[in-house]
């Protein structure tokens, strides 16, 4: 099975909207995917098998920094390396954007996402109690600095 990765572009909003509804305990809606389409700040990329959209990622523009605002991945696609292609992707998009760091903010208890990030050199940075406004969850923060020092 082969995947390509795409800058998400009107076409693929319908199809990021329902990955939310599967991948996300607060799911972005068609309307928020259409204004980060036309956010000159954000880059989002889809992940694709055959037309559909089976994962996505993005981030804004601040300053000099990537922040990383969503990565999903539909479960039925999942262990395939695909969130580590799209984030591969921001992180390059990045560098050559000449930004020089990245953050991120992750629920404390999703180990997957936690283990994801530190593979590609994000550390945990600080805590934030209680952000998650649907369970209370506490937020893990994540920066990843020196892109130029560090291969991605
Ligand atoms: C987190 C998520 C994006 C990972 O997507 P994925 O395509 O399955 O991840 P990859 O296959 O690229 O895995 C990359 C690495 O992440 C880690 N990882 C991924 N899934 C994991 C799991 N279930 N348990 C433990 N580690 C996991 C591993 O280190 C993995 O490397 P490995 O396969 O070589 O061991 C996906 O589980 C998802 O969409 N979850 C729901 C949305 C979410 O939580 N997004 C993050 C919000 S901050």
């Known amino acids: 099975v082969t995947y390509r990765l795409e800058p998400m572009r009107e076409e693929h909003v319908a199809g990021v909207a329902v990955l939310e509804t599967v991948t996300n305990q607060a799911p972005w809606s ?3 995917l259409h204004a980060e389409v ?56 990045a560098v050559a954007k000449g930004l020089t760091c990245s953050t991120l903010e992750v629920r404390a208890g999703n180990e997957a996402a936690l ?10 940075c600080g805590l934030r109690k209680g ?4 369970n209370r969850e506490d937020a893990v923060i994540m920066w990843r600095y020196g892109p130029q020092e560090q291969p991605i």
């Not at 700040?41 to 969503?70: C, K, M, P, R």
């Not at 283990?115 to 945990?124: A, D, H, K, P, Q």
């Not at 952000?131 to 649907?134: A, I, M, S």
């Open 30 to 32: 068609e309307r928020s």
């Open 38 to 93: 036309h956010n000159p700040q954000a880059t989002y990329f889809v992940a694709l098998q055959s037309d559909a959209v089976v994962g996505f990622a993005g981030y804004w523009t601040v300053v000099d920094e990537s922040h990383i605002t969503n990565v999903a991945v539909h479960p039925d696609h999942r262990r395939k390396g695909l969130a580590r292609r799209l984030m591969r992707a921001i992180l390059e998009d």
């Open 115 to 124: 283990n994801l990030y530190e593979s590609l050199g994000f550390v945990r």
């Open 131 to 134: 952000y998650y406004p649907n």
